[in-house]
Nanobody
Framework: QVQLVESGGGLVQPGGSLRLSCAAS????????MGWYRQAAGKERELVAV???????NYADSVKGRFTISRDNAKNTVYLQMNSLKPEDAAVYYC???????????????WGKGTLVTVSS
């Protein structure tokens, strides 16, 4: 069984910074793409950033230049450094990872339970 556990959310003022972390644990053979998604109230879940196992990255246009995704493969952890936060960044942020639990199996998508980011003065 695989678990993704996010941490680092909270309340921050506009212009402030937060760093989210997501650690994968359990029966893991390999981890491929890892990413962050977010869902604001009344809106659909959207991709924020994704990073491959070789650290190639892709970002939503709305966060380019402000957010940085990174990963530590030795710790099975992905991070999201969020700077210059705006009220419109407020959402529940979800961690996602494509994980193989055995060499015989294809990678499957796993999700964390989410961490709330509130941007308000």
């Amino acid at each position: 069984q695989v678990q993704l556990v996010e941490s680092g959310g909270g309340l921050v003022q506009p212009g402030g910074s937060l760093r989210l972390s997501c650690a994968a644990s359990g029966s893991i053979f390999s981890i491929h793409d890892m990413g962050w998604y977010r869902q604001a109230a009344g809106k659909e879940r959207e991709l924020v950033a994704v990073i491959t196992r070789f650290s190639s990255t892709n970002y939503a246009d709305s966060v380019k230049g402000r957010f940085t995704i990174s990963r530590d493969n030795a710790k099975n952890t992905v991070y999201l450094q969020m700077n210059s936060l705006k009220p419109e960044d407020a959402a529940v942020y979800y961690c996602n990872a494509a994980i193989r639990t055995d060499y015989r199996y294809n990678a499957m998508d796993y999700w964390g339970k989410g961490t709330l980011v509130t941007v308000s003065s």
